[in-house]
């Protein structure tokens, strides 16, 4: 049988009272014992129970994470930042996969709300209001990651998505590329797909290029549709040199069919993706790409989450700095 608090502190010889303000870092002991409690609490094993200690300092140290994709590198790079900073804070995450249309989203903000989290991080997802009155009815912080919302109480943190996209295609034009097309994402995506359109379509402008409608065309993010584009792409015009990809995962599909269909990259098309997601280091040729730093992002969410919890004060949103990370999928035209 696991013990229990009552155990500790009879074998401490102390108040139960006392383990718990020493569990839960309150004052009204002495370092005498403190210390005793706490190698008693070591030598029994005992874990503290989460739902007990909540009932003291009104919280579970847990908090939930929404994600349109679970599986993607892109999530797996929010993930890492967001966990890694909540396990050195003491929280525990619990991690919903809302679907890529967040098709379950008010399910999972309900079952959150359930197990009493904390606080809630959104990301990649647009803070629609129903979720956004869902989460005040919950009365818990909320911060967004990869996103962005006009509430002045949920902080976001995130790229400056249109001028990181103008920045890739500028790179391109300095590269010598005048003819250069876009695989975008989602095309009613307010958070990345329409700033991506736009920061593309800016920098063809301001370079004195034309925007050809034929070199635009949409997918998901995702590698299956990246390759389904750049199969369209093809079929549309073989009239560009290069390709902007709105994801590293796309811009991976348009490689593996450039390869496919004999076509070398960067010798006839070159090729940038967008997010820097690990599998950039691991394809043939390594691909060139923007990077928007997810670990970082993550643990920035997670750090205002928290602060928010603890302090119950608003803190400010982020935009954080992207770069140009280059590899071998960009040839520079003379």
Request: aromatic share 6%; charged share 25%.
């Given at each position: ?76 790079g ?52 129903e ?30 998505d ?12 300095r ?7 876009m ?38 993010f ?10 369209q ?61 997810l ?40």
């Open positions: 049988m696991n013990p229990t608090i009552k155990d500790v502190a009879k074998k401490a010889n102390v108040s139960i009272a006392t383990v718990s303000r020493v569990l839960n870092n309150l004052s009204g002991y002495s370092d005498k014992t403190k210390q005793i409690v706490l190698e008693t609490i070591k030598e029994m094993g005992y874990q503290p129970n989460a739902i007990a200690r909540g009932l003291i300092n009104k919280r579970t140290e847990t908090i939930g994470v929404l994600l349109p994709n679970v599986s993607s590198s892109f999530s797996s929010l993930l890492h930042g967001i966990e890694q900073y909540a396990h050195d804070h003491n929280y525990s995450v619990v991690i919903c996969n809302t679907d890529d249309v967040g098709k379950r989203t008010m399910k999972y903000l309900k079952v959150l709300r359930e197990k009493q989290v904390d606080g809630v991080i959104f990301a990649s997802e647009v803070l629609q209001d979720y956004y009155e869902a989460l005040k009815a919950m009365n818990i912080p909320v911060t967004l990651v990869s996103s962005k919302t006009s509430h002045p109480s949920v902080p976001y943190v995130k790229v400056d249109r001028k990181a996209a103008y920045d890739a295609v500028s790179y391109l034009i590269k010598g590329h005048k003819k250069i097309a695989i975008s994402g989602t095309k009613e995506d307010v958070i990345a797909g329409i700033p991506r359109i736009e920061g593309y379509k800016q920098a063809l402008k301001d370079n004195g290029l034309t925007f050809r409608n034929k070199n635009l065309v949409y997918g998901d995702m590698f299956d549709s990246g390759c389904k584009s750049m199969e792409l093809l079929q549309n015009s073989n009239d560009f040199t290069a390709v902007f990809a709105a994801s590293d995962e796309m811009a991976i599909g348009a490689l593996s069919v450039a390869i496919r269909k004999g076509i070398k990259v960067p010798d006839r098309i070159s090729i940038i993706g967008y997010d820097n997601i690990k599998l950039t280091e691991m394809v043939v040729p390594p691909l060139t790409t923007v990077e928007q730093p670990s970082q992002m993550g643990a920035i969410a997670c750090e205002k989450l928290i602060s928010m919890i603890e302090t119950g004060r608003v803190v400010e949103s982020s935009i954080v700095e992207h770069k140009i990370v280059e590899r071998q999928t960009v040839k520079t035209l003379t």
